[in-house]
């Protein structure tokens, strides 16, 4: 079955300096990789994928992901990190069912806190 | 708003009530997808539609667990028989394609007293 782990339950960076929320997968196959962010109350938005291509992936926010085969990782990141980015970050995979369909197989999320 | 939406947000109930959710998926995507997140974990999978017709549900979808999407646009979550056990965040989620991005509703929160 296909798998990510988050290996950091939370990461404490201060504004302006560069960000980085790691997540390595498990696969058989081609990887399709996504992050989403979760807001208090709220439901995920999506960030970015990688099917194909570009090892850099950009996203929504400023945010940028890269895919790294050898190493099996899937790294979020951005350059400058503002307060409004502390969110929860979930890494996820997709995984074939019984069916042929796609599901997505999440991570058990990072914490990102940016301090003013 | 044409993001995918969910109603209620927020639902109290007591062990061994009946509750049911609804989700209302943006309107060209033909697949819908239910999920649950517990506290301090990702969310989890829990059936699978495309247009009405019902293709994949989890081993966590006990049979007190039921879904429906009548006529392939709006799905219904039903809890029969609730457990404390059952509290939960119900996201549920729509797709265009399978290769696509899915796009999550602000999830319905499950209280079981």
């Known amino acids: 079955a296909q798998s990510v782990a988050q290996p950091e339950d939370q990461v404490n960076v201060a504004e302006g300096n560069p960000l980085t929320v790691k997540c390595t997968y498990s696969?058989?196959?081609?990887?399709?990789l996504f992050w989403y962010v979760q807001y208090p109350n709220r439901g995920l938005q999506f960030l970015l994928k990688y099917i194909t291509g570009d090892n850099l992936v950009k996203g929504s926010y400023g945010f940028e992901a890269e895919f790294n085969k050898s190493q099996t990782s899937f790294h979020l990141k951005k350059p400058s990190a503002l307060v409004s980015d502390s969110a929860l970050y979930f890494c996820?995979?997709?995984?074939?069912?019984?069916?042929?369909?796609?599901?997505?197989?999440f991570g058990t999320g990072t914490r990102l806190l940016v301090s003013p | 708003d044409t993001g995918v939406s969910q109603d209620p947000r927020h639902k109290i109930t007591k062990r061994g009530q009946n509750v049911t959710f609804r989700c209302d998926p943006i309107s060209e995507h033909n697949r819908l997808y239910w999920y649950r997140q517990t506290l301090g974990q990702g969310p989890e999978f829990l059936t699978y539609f495309q247009n009405e017709a019902q293709l994949e549900k989890s081993r966590l979808l006990s049979d007190r667990f039921s879904a429906e999407r009548p006529k392939g646009s709006f799905s219904t979550l039903e809890i029969q028989r609730t457990e404390q056990g059952d509290s939960a965040m119900y996201l549920c989620?729509?797709?265009?394609?399978?290769?696509?991005?899915?796009?999550f509703g602000p999830g319905t929160r499950l209280t079981v007293l």
């Open positions: 696969v058989s196959g081609n990887p399709y």
């Open positions: 996820a995979v997709r995984d074939i069912g019984n069916t042929g369909f796609q599901k997505l197989v």
């Open positions: 989620a729509s797709s265009l394609r399978d290769s696509g991005e899915q796009f």
